[in-house]
């Protein structure tokens, strides 16, 4: 009998002083805030987002990069009302920290643990441009029940646009199922008889392109319907991807719709040129960008922009970021006047100046409530070439774009996307919401406080 | 003679019964310091835990080598999310419940072809099982919501806990802390109830099966049976702690449980002790606590911790322990413990 | 003729010995050390990773393409000799868990090691032959020069092994070893030397493995051997441990497999391959199709 207990005492013992041990490190006070907003002081706002800043994904870092360099730039010039902007990025991978792949946040990383961090002992304000569609699906429910506003969620999936279950997510770009739908209405005038396939990542970026494109009226034969495995990034197979290029190859499918991701479409565009098949591609806004691409098949690509072409130095913005970025020399070190500008860095600038936008609207008394009721209420001035506007039925953010091409250069790797007209599409995420089109671009004035 | 055993059998139970409750009070108390970041990463500990216990009876007390336990923690997963999805507001117990029963059925279905195959062959047919996972979540999206998973709400923090915290971040700090409280509690009962498994019969007839099948079916031992309710047990464990892992984290993604975490297990369970009760209880330890133990080694060492080499360390350290632990300590740290006691003892 | 090679019949036919072959080369090797010694060797594929690394960072330098295959082959087998001799031999007679979980603590330093010197970023090494398929009378047939390369540099491996194995005085007494220790020993057969020599000649046959699947299109990565070692294992399973010839078949037969799923069913569950003719193998014969029966020991 004694021995029962010596053996419990010691599995007590030791695991008392383990803990023990253990936690010293881990007691943490809590900040005081001096108001009692979360985040808020007199002097600074702490916003936080969660990113792939290493990782799968880690191109998509200059976004949130971008934005710092928005809020940097703002600080320099007095802040907003008093305040500077104190802007958190935590690294979540992508929410596939577990698989490695250059991931350098430590193996047990999740979004969740990355928002607890940024919710539990940070005490953000509210998330700002967090990114990825999954990644954010996880921390909707624990940033909802802990009050904290998801600002502005680089996804553009249907999730961030759900008012009456999420009152304080918002989402930020045109959406998945929009771009689809936008994309149908070009195909049937300017492809009209052919045959169309898709491509899409196997989620809900993929599911809601092919919704968009069916709603809008595009029919797609079942066996043209494929998908690719967004997790073959970890596996490194591809497999799926050559077979289903060959699938459309042998199907002679004339227009392809891809909804991939930059790494996957160049994946797609390789082994299309590997089998000799050229069809006409049109490629998601997401995984379009040249410089993330880099590849010779995407001459002649379609694909749907919501920020002005980097070249046009027409429209104010372009300048401005540039100068926003020369200026950032922590987040862009390398970046000259002569770098380009991509989508990403427009992305980020974007939502940044959304923020400071509706910031600079609630003045000296900040609470989460004030804050998202003028959010709702503004139509913002961004570097988008679309309206920003968002409503009690609107948390999506952006509603369109206008077609973009990519041209060719010689055989290299395309560099650029240009614009070629002005007409802008906008529409919702229903079936029956028509597809407006207008020839005015957003708001291209920038704000005087902002210059 | 009959009730004399029985009377010194429930003795000994309530002694079981008495330490493991000192020991699971002694742990919420440490919660209550603990910050809400610590007490996230002791919950997934927790769950660990119940898992390294299922895992320490099926290759410690049954002496079959199993790679598929991550396999098993999806099935709970898995099962808890689609459950969750539909009917949101049940129980947690009958949620809890459910999971192990399910996970219980695939330690069932698993053990058919495995339980006639020894060593390296039972670890292929295991490792096939955790690998099969993730495809099979992946391709039926209709049941598993593929790629993007499935996704519930957090776990509500019943208010009259709520009202023991108190100042601007109350609510984050009870919500983190409950979670931690529900995870170390469920450990505790699923702890007392391995305990309670180590020291009956079918423990004692798993350990002789295990060292002596031939005598073990002499003395009239099922062979098949007491193997696969080894399985069964261990599976319904680790659906326990698969279930308990998303409701932490109120999600369930193909990607949650590869075919690494299955290492992992076997990592953690070594590092702690085969076989033994204290060692799933430090493995779980570990668990919750090696990013902030590698983050320490990182500034003991001086490396950057986003370096090539810094963000790595992990991989590193938990490799090293592992080969030094088998080379050198193979019973773990229990194994350590127990040298030190009687060290200690003989040197009294 | 041509119209039946770019049927896609054959076009999964040869995708699958593509694939197949570099199992059987990983079954082929587990199966060498698991005669010689008794261990599952789990670091396995990333010993071949790391012998790859190694031999294709002299590609960078400007160094032919075949020395850096011979260096990888070479560093390969000095990693395996002196796996076996620091890590495996203190375990002789332990229980056999013990090396399995070794292996697998040294998979996890390896590929962080690798890792940390040289990133998870994708490498892409050229080989000097053309990855484009062939196209006959405008149809395509899923061979390459690089397809055609990697069949028979695996069947030649395989060959020379085998060869080792039947017709020289090494290859007697590593199967003397193997078969009977006490009476090799006696016979003056260096039995420990054996022994490190089999996890030699097993490492350097996974390089290869790992050096024609980075060679490929899937490029080199730390962790690119994880997927090819579980169906390598699978495929050395299904053949039966014992049995070289075994552990050649599985891995085509899982190759094939492999391929059919992913074309006639979805590409998602193509990684069921191996699992599901492992589940049907085993259940025929729980020993390995291949293996000789033994009759259990009283």
Known sequence: MFQKLRRSTTLLSVAALTLGVVSTGLLTSSADASTNTPGVTAKTITIGASVPLSGVAASYAPVSGAANAVFQYINKHGGINGRSIKYIRLDDCYDLAAYGLGCTAGASTTTLSQNQVLVAQDHVFATVGSLGTAAEDSVLSYLKQNGVPQLFVASGSRDWNQPSIYPDTFGFQTSYVAEGKIFARYIKSHFAGQTVGFVGQNDDFGADGYIGLTDGGVSIAPANDLSYNAADAISGSSSDIQQDVATLQADKVQVVVLDSVPGFTNGLLTVAHLLGYSPQWIISSVGSDPTLVNNAGESGAISLDYFPAPTDNKDPWVPWLRKVLLADKTDFPAFTASSPLTGNDFYGAAYAVAFAEVLKAEGKNVTRAGFIKTLKSMTLATPAITPLKYSSSNHQGLLGGVIATIPSNGGNPPTVVVEPNTTVFSTGNTKSSPISVSTKLGITTIPSWLK | MGWLATLRKQETTHIRLVSVLALTILTLAITFVLSPVADSQLAGGAAITIVILGLSWLIGWSGQISLGNSGFMAVGAYTTGIWAHHHAASPLVITFLLAMLVGGLSGLVVAIPSTRLRGPYLAGMTLAFAAAVTPLAQNFTSVTGGEGGLFFNTLATPSWFGHLFSGVNASIDSNAQWTADLAVAIAGVMFFFMANLFHSRSGRAMRLVRDNDVAAELMGINLSRTRTLAFVVAAAFAGLGGSLFAIINATVRPESFPLTLSITLLTLMVLGGIGTLSGAVLGGIIYSFSPSLVAHVNSLTGVNPTSNLGSNMQGIIFGALLILTMLFAPRGLTGLGQRLRSFIQSHM | ?298
């Open chain 3, 1 to 298: 003729m041509s119209s039946f090679l770019s049927s896609s019949f054959m076009h999964n036919i040869f995708g699958g010995l593509a694939q197949g072959v570099i199992y059987s080369l990983v079954a082929l090797s587990l199966v060498i050390i698991w005669q010689s010694t008794h261990v599952l060797n789990f670091a396995q594929g990333a010993m071949a990773m790391f012998a790859t690394y190694v031999g294709m960072t002299e590609l960078e330098r400007g160094v032919s393409y075949w020395w850096c295959v011979l260096i990888a082959v070479v560093v390969g087998m000095a990693l395996g000799g002196v796996t076996e001799r620091v890590l495996i031999r203190p375990l002789y007679g332990k229980p056999e868990i013990n090396p399995i979980v070794v292996m697998v603590g040294f998979l996890a330093v390896i590929e962080a090691v690798a890792t940390s010197i040289w990133t998870s970023t994708t490498r892409t090494i050229a080989a000097p032959f053309s990855q484009v398929y062939f196209k006959s009378h405008g149809q395509l047939i899923l061979l390459s020069p690089f397809v055609i390369f990697q069949i028979v540099l695996a069947i030649a491996i395989m060959l020379l092994v085998a060869a080792l194995f039947r017709f020289t005085k090494l290859g007697l007494q590593l199967r003397a070893a193997a078969l009977a220790p006490e009476v090799a020993r006696l016979l003056g057969v260096r039995v420990n030397r054996m022994l490190t020599i089999g996890w030699m000649l097993s490492a350097g046959v996974g390089a290869i493995a790992a050096v024609i699947l980075a060679s490929g299109s899937f490029g080199l990565f730390p962790t690119d051997m994880d997927g090819v070692f579980v169906a390598g294992f699978i495929a050395a399973a299904v053949g039966g441990l014992e049995s070289p010839i075994g552990a050649i078949a599985g891995g085509l037969l899982i190759g094939l497999a492999e391929q059919f799923i992913l074309a006639y069913w979805t590409p998602d569950v193509a990684p069921l391959g191996g699992v599901i003719i492992l589940v049907i193998a085993l259940m025929i014969r729980p020993q390995g199709i291949f293996t000789k029966s033994v009759g259990r020991r009283v």
